[in-house]
């Protein structure tokens, strides 16, 4: 075993968290002025059983490990906090022969980033001001910081924000907060929060990163506009939150990539989507439990490489928790359809567009996104300890069009070159996608050490069927956390 190694599987025995779930250290409050540092590392080792390719295809079968090093510093006065961090991340033994038909899992793209099997890199994460003014409930943050849209308006009620963590955060812009190197964003933003309404607006430039070790560089040809109200539960309907919002992402990157069914190159990109949508999430106490819903909606107008854009998604989820019994069981199930594209021979573009999402939060087995899917599912998950939790999901997959792609991948991580950060397999006239069982469980050890694993099973149907041998994918991971 070479020393990358043997270093990344001893910290993985002394422990790291993957789902916010179990990363629930809580520091003591700082004086005025103190300086508090932060220190947070994470190690995971990753095992990939792809779906068997056809005579001469990649190696399916991939383990490798990785480790994460957050260092940051904050200082607060009055009405001003300053944050920084570094992030040093270091990979171990990603495979080499691990693509064709593509990406034969997630080691696949790290490697053909790097170049080779120990990608490394050390970057600035953040850095940011953040000015404060609490009668006005105004906050204003510039610099190089995180944002995930969704979650924007704070609602006071657990259960809901519970749901909104799950199900609506990062749909359309997050940190790819899974994937090692990550991303930030530089700019600007401004909230404003009320006791039953918030306002949020932000101007925003992603960094490279995701599966890019060049992580941390500006993503200087990619901008994004995001304006969002949030109506707290009581507002309009108790128990009940409410969020309009507004995107415009705007990309001219030199990257010839074109992620569609057209089966065209470019010289660079051209896309200008604009979303509009809604969500309404809700919690309803009940006699023995606690009922929750969700109703998520989004509609897209734009430019697509010079063809009309026009794309709509919606997802309807509802569940019941337990709250008086053993382990809280919590049981939910809905379904989501984003639009594909009909025809690529004519003048729209008709293909949901997942911007710059963190994808796995709705896709754990990370083999497909939100873009042309149908996902029905059932989920439950329980609480038997307070510092253990555990989830079992079932999804139903099929593509929403059979003219459109298979697509997979999270938004854009380099300026140039021929990755675009989404890229689709064909359907070959085919929709059923298969079926998903994955499980998961978080274990909170100490305050300061936490774990989690994952381990998942995809099933492929015809769509698989038609690009690969095999049909069978299992992806499984061991993750650990210190925090300091």
């Keep these: 075993m070479s020393r990358t190694y043997a270093l990344a599987f001893t910290v993985a025995l002394l422990g790291v968290p993957a789902d916010t779930a179990a990363q629930a250290t809580v520091a003591p409050q700082p004086a005025a002025s103190d300086v508090v540092w932060h220190v947070r590392n994470t190690t995971r080792a990753e095992s990939w059983r792809f779906f068997q390719p056809r005579l001469g295809g990649g190696n399916p079968d991939s383990t490798f490990v990785a480790n994460r090093l957050l260092v940051g510093a904050s200082v607060r006065r009055q009405r001003v906090e300053f944050g920084a961090s570094l992030q040093y991340v270091q990979f171990g033994g990603l495979p080499e022969h691990a693509s064709g038909p593509g990406p034969l899992g997630t080691g696949a793209l790290y490697y053909s980033a790097a170049g080779r099997s120990d990608s490394r890199q050390v970057y600035l994460k953040s850095l940011h001001l953040t000015l404060t003014h609490a009668p006005a409930g105004l906050r204003i943050q510039v610099g190089r910081f995180g944002f995930t849209a969704g979650g924007e308006s704070p609602s006071g009620d657990a259960k809901i924000e519970l749901v909104k963590r799950q199900r609506v955060d990062a749909r359309l812009l997050g940190e790819f907060e899974w994937s090692l190197y990550q991303r930030a964003f530089d700019g600007a933003r401004a909230d404003v929060d009320r006791k039953t309404w918030h306002a949020s607006g932000a101007l925003l430039r992603p960094t490279r990163g995701g599966f890019e070790e060049n992580a941390g560089a500006p993503l200087s040809d990619v901008l994004v506009a995001a304006a969002s ?83 709509s998604a919606v997802a309807a989820e509802a569940g019941y928790q337990w709250t008086g019994v053993f382990a809280k069981p919590w049981i939910r199930a809905g379904v989501f359809r984003s639009s594909g594209d009909r025809d690529s021979a004519d003048a729209v573009h008709g293909t949901f567009f997942q911007m710059l999402p963190t994808g796995r939060k ?107 041998q095999g049909r069978r994918l299992v992806f499984g991971y061991l993750e650990a956390s210190i925090s300091y």
């Design 229 to 311: 109200v949030g109506l707290k539960p009581g507002a309009v309907i108790r128990r009940t939150d409410f969020q309009v919002f507004g995107y415009r992402y705007a990309d001219e990157r030199a990257v010839s990539a074109r992620p569609d069914n057209t089966g065209r190159g470019a010289s660079g990109v051209d896309v200008h989507i604009t979303s509009l949508g809604a969500t309404m999430v809700g919690a309803y106490p009940v006699r023995n439990g606690q009922i929750d819903t969700l109703v998520w909606a989004v509609w897209q107008d734009g430019d697509w490489y010079g063809q009309d854009h026009s794309a």
């Design 362 to 468: 709705y896709s754990f087995s990370t083999a497909y996104n939100l873009m042309n899917s149908t996902d029905a599912f059932v989920q439950l998950q329980a609480r038997p300890h307070a510092r253990l939790g555990a989830r079992l999901d079932l999804h139903g997959l099929r593509l929403t069009r059979s003219t459109d792609l298979w697509y997979g991948g999270s938004g854009a991580t380099d300026s140039s070159g021929n990755v675009f950060g989404f890229a689709g397999r064909p359907a070959n006239g085919t929709r059923d996608l298969g079926w998903v069982l994955e499980g998961s469980a978080d274990w909170t050890v100490s305050p300061r050490l936490s774990m989690n694993a994952y381990l998942g099973r995809m099933s492929g149907g015809d769509v698989v069927g038609r690009l690969f």
